[in-house]
């Protein structure tokens, strides 16, 4: 599922994001308007015209990086993961500013783009924020 979700991201593939999404069930939590599906926001976060968001870029770094499991869950990245490392934080370096960074380093609370998917491949969550 991960290799499947980066694959339709670095395609800005809005429509196949929204099908494995939804492959098992309607499932995926994301942030934002929970009256509107995923790819619908994802595609106008990233089109906003004073502060477009590169969501997809950073799903696809995101699912990059190191992971963790719990329960059965695995999480991406690290820097979610309760008691992260610097070296957790530090692998966020060009996917965030250093400001924001170093204000998650500082309270211990990662709020960028985090992803779980569950030990039989469905994609569970894409969540921003806090």
């Not at 015209?49 to 719990?70: C, G, I, M, T, W």
Request: charged share 30%.
């Amino acid at each position: 599922m991960r290799e499947r979700i980066i694959k339709a991201a670095v395609a800005c593939d809005y429509a196949g994001l929204q099908k494995l999404g939804d492959e098992k069930g309607p499932s995926v939590r994301f942030s934002y308007d929970p009256d509107q599906d995923m790819a619908t926001t994802w595609r106008i976060q990233e089109e906003w015209k004073d502060s477009p968001q590169p969501v997809l870029a950073r799903l696809v770094h995101v699912l990059n990086l190191p992971f963790y499991q719990e329960g059965n869950l695995y999480w991406w990245p690290t820097a979610f993961r309760e008691g992260a490392t610097d070296a957790d934080f530090d692998l966020l370096k060009g996917i965030y500013p250093e400001a924001m960074i170093a204000d998650m380093r500082k309270e211990k609370s990662y709020i960028g783009m985090r992803v779980g998917i569950s030990v039989d491949g469905d994609w569970q969550a894409a969540i921003q924020g806090d």
